[in-house]
């Protein structure tokens, strides 16, 4: 940073990071890959009265510096004004988030990755005929330093373990798969046996799923998991302080309006003890608070970076770059208005009570990939575990159908809310995060084969 | 860094791997998006490392960093040596690899405009033009953005195989968002492929970025889309998701080994209508999953997967065609220095047919027409196929009707393509990133011709 300002630049901000990863590949039973790697880099913005860059490199010694200052500072040669450039934040914060960062974890070694990794796979196997076609189990350990011209010097560590993990049942000519993900900050907090059952029984009710035939306007009951993605790519974006003042958001104008159903509250919390974005600090260094986005159906509040909550009026916090699934390439990209951790308020019922007040039904636990049109809400999803319900309990297991609707009127027909709040990840290495329980919601359509 | 990969090879050797290797990059990228005609981000990248692999007792260990120097790459090859023995001692089956001849040879792409000679203000010049084109009525925001990948690989292996090449993309995209009262709609539209900046300077940019503008507004007054089973005429782009994110995928070898395909035992046996042929072809000049090598050494490869309507066979890495005992060819990729190697496609297509499209829409009477693609997802297992599209037609007594909103194409893949009754000769290919489940995204493609088939849809 110091040498960008003695380089040219007026302002400076640099974001390093540096993490190891170990993983294993599951593949037929046995760690089949195991690897463990090591990267750092730094992201440099650099600034010239209203002209602004943003290079990044690999950091593998001191010697990279030179050629990403000198990549920048050509860069704001270039670049033209940005009128709306307002300089770097001022204000940070120290401390640490409860279990944000775990010890153990952080010790583990690539024996214990394998070790959780077998252990799934015997939870797999206690299911006859059932196996691992293919599981990755991965575990970060990563620290961030955040510093700027306006003398903010900010530290963030974090610990981070994703397991993304198949199960498979029956025979050679036919095979059901179960699909299940599980994120943590903590190697010893998950119980690998337990996520091998419960993938494992996933197979066996797809094994067993019948086509779907014809269509149905019923109550459609999901599942966190996937849950989380429609939310984190409907009101992560709607709400999305960059989106609204690009004119990109759905929920543009809508602010103290019902956006929906009275039972619903949203909160971004960055602040949420172990959770996989938890940090005092956003990857601008400027200083988390947990925001209010929805208050029983109402819409209270965007996020924003700190580029655009002087521009929105809003408090910043949010300009993020690392992703919760991996923090790789945190440091290739600039900080932008990003989730923390994105939290549905729970209700009270479990899972097995919201299906028991449903008359007429579909559960669904995993689609083929949560897809939802940020702007419009629409989505038509292939469902790859689902139960029907009928008078309050779980019929026939089924497939081959889309689940269609529009999440953003969905949310406006949210008929429960579940009690247990479970992680899931952004696509890809956006970052992000929701903490979301089951809901059920009313008016999607189940389209199967006719 | 020739003597960094003589050093790591030699240290695999040592330690007894029956096969080893180390892969440099070096990757430099450039981005520069523009959000209403102001610069977003501009981001220039560059990346670093090496990947080293060992194979012990037919387990891998990998071990990856980016530090130059020797003693690191060297420990490196000591601790991916020692991880592939931990694994092996946890019960890995016998696997093989099956051995390549050993090659020294470098390779650089053919541009004719090296993105590295062009000024950074015509970069952005470039996208700029694109995003003042889409300022239209009803657009409420514009984006356009390019970019360019510039990748050096250099390549060393325990067989005695050393490599070196270049692989350089372009990309420019636009992305309008069209408002109306409540009801906001978009539509991304993207040229991309192996090559120099030619590939963005060649493209009209004013034409491209009016033509996009104007289709988000008119998604405005898209309706509904029917649902149920049904004739679809389908895109180039959405033929190609079904090439790849069903067939393609299925036919990774390793989904084979481990018996998790639909097409398991299926060579030889009738999977589509004789009109249906289809290649992985890593060869294909320009395209955006175009490779010299893969990322074992491996040169890339043109491989029939379908030959009218009959199932020809899989795609392989060095130890799918060992397990197999068949031919590589050159589908061994991994995202990054950094990621593992699984089996991958490069540019996965149906064949062309020989009608003209409008003959497709003429014979068709009552269906959908697709446009454009949003995403896929692939079921290896259940030979399932989903694909969301941007938007699409009703097609109505042989004649395009009102304009569709997204709609998803589902169904399976083998009833679909048994049903697939024209082709048209028009053809396209479209680039993207492909994940192996949620990770490891590979520069792809995917495309084919018009074709017509039975599918079931459903929108939203």
């Keep these: 940073m110091k040498r960008a300002r003695s380089s040219g630049a ?53 010697s990279d510096l030179r050629p990403v200052i000198a990549m920048a500072i050509e860069a704001l040669r270039r670049v033209p004004e940005d009128p709306d450039f307002a300089g770097f934040p001022a204000e940070s914060a120290r401390g640490e988030v409860a279990g944000a960062w775990d010890a153990e974890t952080a010790a583990a070694d690539i024996a214990d990755v394998i070790e959780a990794a077998t252990t799934f796979t015997g939870g797999v196997r206690d299911r006859k005929g059932a196996s691992v076609p293919k599981a990755i189990f991965r575990m970060q350990d990563y620290a961030i330093r955040v510093s700027n011209s306006n003398a903010v010097d900010a530290t963030h560590r974090g610990t981070l373990v994703f397991c993304a993990t198949t199960a498979k049942v029956g025979s050679k000519d036919k095979v059901g798969e179960g699909i299940l993900k599980a994120l943590h900050t903590s190697l010893g907090a998950l119980d690998y046996a337990a996520m091998g059952a419960r993938v494992a029984q996933r197979a066996a009710e797809n094994l067993a799923a019948k086509p779907f035939k014809g269509k149905m306007e019923a109550t459609a009951v999901l599942d966190p998991m996937d849950l989380g993605e429609m939310i984190l790519q409907t009101v992560g974006a709607a709400a999305n302080g960059k989106n609204v003042h690009r004119k990109r958001s759905a929920w543009i104008g809508k602010m103290g309006q019902e956006v929906a159903s009275v039972g619903v509250t949203i909160r971004d919390k960055p602040r949420l003890p172990r959770g996989l974005a938890s940090c005092v600090i956003d990857d601008e260094g400027s200083a988390t608070k947990d925001r209010t986005i929805v208050q029983a159906g109402i819409l209270k509040g965007y ?40 939290v549905v308020e729970p209700g009270t019922r479990s899972l097995e009570k919201l299906i028991a007040e449903v008359d007429r039904g579909v559960y669904i636990e995993k689609f083929a990939a949560p897809e939802v049109n940020e702007y419009s809400g629409s989505f038509a999803q292939e469902v790859r575990n689902a139960t029907l319900i009928k008078d309050g309990e779980l019929r026939e297991h089924v497939k081959f159908a889309l689940l269609s609707g529009n ?44 | 860094m020739t003597d960094l990969l003589t050093s790591a090879v030699r240290e695999l050797e040592k330690r007894g791997a029956s096969f080893g290797d180390v892969r440099l990059e070096d990757r430099s990228t450039f981005l520069v998006r523009i959000v209403n005609e102001q610069i977003q981000t501009m981001n220039q990248v560059r ?63 053919p541009l004719r405009i090296d993105p590295r000679d062009v000024s950074v203000e015509e970069k952005i010049a470039a996208a700029m033009e694109v995003c003042r084109a889409q300022r239209m009525d009803r657009i409420s925001s514009t984006t356009a953005a390019t970019m360019h990948a510039d990748v050096r690989f250099e390549l060393a292996n325990t067989w ?84 790849h994110e069903v067939m393609g995928h299925s036919s990774e070898g390793d989904e084979i080994v481990k018996a998790r395909s639909f097409l398991t035992g299926q060579v030889g046996k009738r999977v589509g209508s004789s009109l249906v042929t289809m290649y992985d072809d890593g060869t294909y000049a320009g395209a955006h999953g175009t490779i010299p090598f893969d990322a074992e050494g491996t040169p890339s490869h043109k491989t029939a997967i379908i030959e009218r309507g009959v199932y020809r066979g899989y795609l392989h890495s060095l130890e799918t065609s060992g397990v197999m005992k068949a031919r590589p060819t050159g589908n061994g990729r991994a995202q990054d220095f950094s990621r593992r190697v699984w089996v991958r496609m490069t540019n996965t297509y149906f064949a062309p047919g020989k009608a003209p499209k409008d003959e497709l829409i003429e014979e068709t009477k009552s269906g959908v027409l697709t446009k454009n693609w ?8 259940g030979g399932g196929f989903q694909a969301v599209t941007q938007s699409g037609f009703l097609i109505e007594d042989g004649e395009i009707g009102p304009r569709l909103r997204g709609m998803t194409l589902t169904g399976k893949a083998l009833e679909i393509l048994k049903s697939v009754d024209m082709l048209s000769k028009e053809f396209a290919l479209d680039g993207g990133t492909c994940g192996k489940g949620d990770e490891d995204y590979v520069p792809v493609s995917a495309g084919g011709p018009y074709m017509r088939c039975k599918v079931i849809v459903g929108g939203g």
């Design chain 2, 374 to 381: 949003v995403m896929g997802m692939e079921d290896p297992v």
């Design chain 2, 160 to 243: 005695g195989a050393h490599l070196s090449w270049r692989e350089v993309r372009a990309r420019l995209f636009a992305v309008p968002v069209a408002a109306e009262g409540d009801r906001h709609e978009s539509v991304t539209k993207f040229v991309d492929g192996t090559g120099g900046w030619e590939i963005v300077k060649d493209v009209d940019g004013g034409a491209f970025g009016r033509e996009v503008a104007a289709e988000a507004v008119e998604m405005l007054s898209a309706a509904k889309p029917p649902s149920g089973l049904m004739t679809a005429v389908v895109d180039p782009g959405v033929a190609g998701l079904l090439a």
């Design chain 1, 303 to 342: 996020l924003s970076d700190h580029y655009h909550a002087r521009l929105l009026g809003v408090a910043s916090g949010n300009g993020f770059r690392r992703a919760v699934a991996t923090v790789e390439g945190a440091y290739a990209r600039p900080a932008e208005t990003e989730t923390s951790n994105l």
């Design chain 1, 10 to 62: 007026d302002a400076a901000e640099a974001f390093a990071i540096a993490w190891t990863t170990k993983s294993a590949y599951i593949e037929d039973d046995v760690p089949k890959v195991a690897d463990d790697r090591q990267e750092a880099g730094l992201g440099l913005r650099v600034a010239r009265g209203k002209r602004v860059a943003f290079t990044s490199t690999t950091l593998a010694s001191a």
């Design chain 1, 407 to 450: 999440f953003y009127e969905g949310l406006k027909k949210v008929v429960g809310i579940g009690r247990d709040l479970v992680p899931t990840h952004a696509f890809l290495s956006q970052p992000g995060c929701a903490y979301v329980p089951a809901m059920a919601f009313d008016g999607f359509e189940l389209v199967g084969q006719t």
């Design chain 2, 47 to 109: 990346r670093r490392g090496w990947g080293v692999r060992a194979f012990v007792d037919g387990a891998w260990g990998y071990a990856s960093g980016t530090s130059n120097s020797a003693s690191a790459v060297r420990e490196a090859a000591r601790k991916a040596t020692a991880i592939a023995r931990t694994n092996a001692e946890a019960g890995v089956p016998k696997s093989r690899l099956r051995k390549m001849p050993s090659r020294t040879k470098s390779v650089e792409p």
